[in-house]
Structure formats: structure tokens, C-alpha cells
């Protein structure tokens, strides 16, 4: 693979230090980063933290985000998380049973999410739906693993990658140009680089600077996150509790405690948060004065301010994750979506880096990326909306409630939250197309996710067709071909998919002459 320092010695193209500089170095801006080496690019990553974040955060990702990593190969490192995690779980209900007087189970029941905290039955699922098959591997196997262990894998990758990462360094300025943009670092450095991509979180420095649009709905809530030492929490539920004043969390390991109070946003989200204001706010929601919060190992404050940038790129500055969308954690779709962001944009500026696409190939970022980001932020809204503590709201949770203790509601509603529904809107007849891959199985043993690893896109040839291959001759250094059979599903003939996973093309057996073909490659891989 031709790399970027390759092309152009110590430099980035055009004579800059970089071909992007990514601002931010949590899970986000770290994928990203991957990405765009795979594609050549020449890479630095500024974070201003020295160390990576220990704060608890997302405690895992959907079905969607784990896809995403396996395509790149990180499956065993997400599923040895996972096995890391799933103990201290298992730990965790195993106590509770005891501490009710049962036998403890062996094995944690099935989790299948919660909405507004309204948790859904394993046992109702129906996974016989459509929407589930062919996932592949990765199904189920980022529940439960945290932010920090997803940093880190990401982390691992970028290095291997040959990432440059600098951090403890903070971005304090910037001029973009039309051929370039100069990056000032701390008070007195500056690097010059092709593009800068903003991924430092819900109040991007970037995003402020560079002058996007940041429409929204105002917080109404103040909630607490957090790993405690506390005594009297055997009288706390389990799980989610809804009362009079609000919402906590008990779970779902020793000292995770959340709650939410519909008392407006915290006058400074950014003060330390200390025992006593925990404790205060467990003990009003929960109504159990015998608990006490005596030592804070990790602690957040969040609210339910929900803002979408208009629109994801202004020249050569562009936006990903919690920098162009901000909202509630409930559902735990943030992580998930800033991941769907990199994975999308970063195969596309790596062309446009290259030269071989147009500057014009991004705007199918904001095109394709920003409906999702709207969905999500409604999707948390609606959860704010069935949590509120006034009669109305009450109503309608037992409505939800009502819905969600059905197979059909319980179907939809983890359709929802795993990411699975998720599509773009792409030219082509074929049901398929603008579709996540199916998980293929292949004749020669293996799985098409097996061939994404290096972020190439892919012609599948399933019915050994010489024309069709000919067809993809002009572009051997953006696409790979491989002829192969899926004795799973005959009626496929051939698929055209992105470097992101999505598909761009498909053909069936009674399709003549792979309509749409030539199409497809020319508006996604432009020859040179």
C-alpha cells in the first residue's frame, strides 16, 4: 500500500506536514485515524489529555459498532473485552441473587436493552427477524465493554497503523485556506495540513472556531454517572428505578450508580463532582436516606442538550462524533454513532486525499451520516419525554411499558437501539444496495467481513463471471475482486461493497448485464 509519507518523504501532500490532523483521541478520532492510514493518508492526532480517559463513560456498543470494528479485524480483541467484562457481570447478578436469598445463576439472564429504562425481555425477542440475519461473529459481542477498553483497542490499532498521536497537547487556533489549514498547537507550534477533522467531543474547540451552525433543544435534566464506594446500597433497587422525583441506577456492577432529576442543567457541568452532591441526588431519587457515598472512583455530569450541526464539513474542516451531534446518553447509541461517522467518513478523505476523488465525494458525508444523527437525537428526546415525573408522562410510560412487553414491540425496539435498521439512500434497485453487507458465508470457508480488513472496497463475484470482473479492471487499486460461491444465497450473483461495509451494488440471477455496475464504481471510485 502506498502511503502518504511514501508519496512525499517526511510531508503530507502538497508540501504539508500532514494530510489530516485529527483533533481528539478518544474512540472517535482514534478509528478515524485508522481509517484514513489504510487509505495512505498521513496522520496526527492532538489530544489534549495526557493519559487516557478512565471517567466512566458508554459501557458498550450496539450490534452496529461491533460490525464496524470486525470488518477491520478487531473482532478478538472486542471479544476478549467482552469475556473480561461479562465476569465482573456475572459476579455482580450473582451477589444480587444471594442477597435475595436464591441460588446464583450461571450464566447473566439475556439482555436485550432498555428504553427510557423500561427494560426489555431476552425472551421476547424475535430473532428470526430479517433485520438480524446474517450479522456474522460480531453480534452481541460489544455489550458490556467500556469506553476505555474501546479506547484502548483503538488505540493499539492507530499505533500499529503508524499513527502519529501527540497527547497533552491542545489545538488553540486554526486558518484554513483553500489549499490547506494551519493548526496552531499549545502557545507557540504550528503544523500545516491538508484537512482537519474536529473529533473532540460535545463542546468541539473545532467546532466553535470553524463557525458551524449547532441547532438544538435546551437541557432539561441534570444526571450523575458514576463508580462509588458506598454502604447502605443493599436497600437500592436493581437496575433502573423510576419514582416520584426521577430515575437511578443500581448496577450493573458493584458501585455503578446513575440518577436523573428533572430539575433543569447543572449550574457548572465541569466542577468535580464530590460525595456529598452523589449522594444527595442518589438519596432524593431513590428516597433511601440509610445510603452513603463515602469515596468517588469515576464521575460525570450530563445532561439532555440535544444539538446537531446543520451540516458536518465547512471546506477543508470537517466534524465527527459528539463534535457534530451532542445529546443524552439513554439508549447508548453516542459512541455508536460517532464510530458509524468515522467508518464513513474516513475511506472517502483518504480518496479525496489521494486524488482519486473529487473534494465533492464528501459531501455524501453529511448526506448520509446526518439523517442517522437526527434519529438519534429524537431517539433520546423521546426517552426524556416518557422519564419526566409529571402525570402525563407517567401515562405514557405505561403505555411504552405495555408495548415493550410484547414480542413485537420488544423486536422493534432492539432493532432500534442495535443499529441493525441503519441504511443510506443510494441510487440502485436492488434491496440490498445502500444496505450494512450481509455477513456472507463463502465456499472457501470464509466470511466476506473477513475481506474488509484493510479497508478496501470489494467486487464479489458469485457466480465466476469473467465480463463482470473485466468490468472492475480499471480500478485494481481501489477494489479488490474476488470470485468465489455463497451456496447460502444462490440467488445472489454479485456485490459491490465500500470500504465503510455498505452496498453499493448487487445483482441477482435474473439481472442482466449487471445494470448499474459501471455506475456504481464511477461514482464512488473515479477512475485515473
Known sequence: MATADSRNGKNGKNGTDYDVVVVGGGPVGLFLAGELRLGGAKVLVVERLAEVDETIKAGGINTAGAVSLYR???????????????????????????????????????????????????????????????????????????QVELERILGARAERLGVEVRRGVELTGFDAGDEAVSVRLGSDHTVRTGWLVGCDGGRSTVRKLAGFDFPGTEPEITGYQAVVEMSGGERLGVGWNTTDVGTYVNGPFPGRILTVEFDGPPADRSAPVTAGELQAALRRVSGVDGVTVHEVHSSTRFTDNARQASGYRKGRVLLAGDAAHVHSPFGGQGLNLGLGDAMNLGWKLAAVVHGTAPDSLLDSYTAERHPIGAWVLDWTRAQIAVMRPDRHARALRRVVADLALTT???????????????????????????????????????????????????????????????????????????????????????????????????ADQDDEGGNGLDDALSRWFVAV
Open 408 to 506: 413485537t414491540g420488544t423486536t422493534y425496539l432492539v432493532k432500534q437501539i442495535s443499529g441493525v435498521w441503519q441504511h443510506y439512500d443510494l441510487p440502485g434497485e436492488h434491496a440490498l444496495t445502500g444496505q450494512s453487507t450481509p455477513d456472507l458465508e463463502l465456499s472457501d470457508g470464509t466470511r466476506l467481513g473477513d475481506h474488509l480488513h484493510g479497508g478496501r472496497a470489494l467486487l464479489l463475484d458469485l457466480a465466476d463471471d469473467p465480463k463482470l470482473r473485466a468490468r472492475a479492471e480499471g480500478y485494481a487499486d481501489r477494489v479488490d475482486v474476488l470470485t468465489v460461491a455463497c451456496p447460502g444465497r444462490p440467488e445472489l450473483t454479485a456485490l459491490l461493497v465500500r470500504p465503510d461495509g455498505f452496498v453499493a451494488w448487487a
Open 72 to 146: 477491520r479485524g478487531l473482532l478478538p480483541d472486542l471479544v476478549a473485552a467482552w469475556e473480561r467484562n461479562r465476569w465482573r457481570l456475572r459476579a455482580f447478578l450473582g451477589d444480587q441473587k444471594r442477597e435475595q436469598g436464591a441460588d446464583a445463576p450461571r450464566t447473566p439472564p439475556k439482555f436485550a436493552g432498555h428504553f427510557a429504562g423500561i427494560m426489555m425481555r431476552g425472551d421476547l425477542f424475535d430473532d428470526s427477524d430479517p433485520a438480524f440475519a446474517d450479522i456474522g461473529p460480531a453480534d452481541g459481542v460489544g455489550l458490556g465493554v467500556p
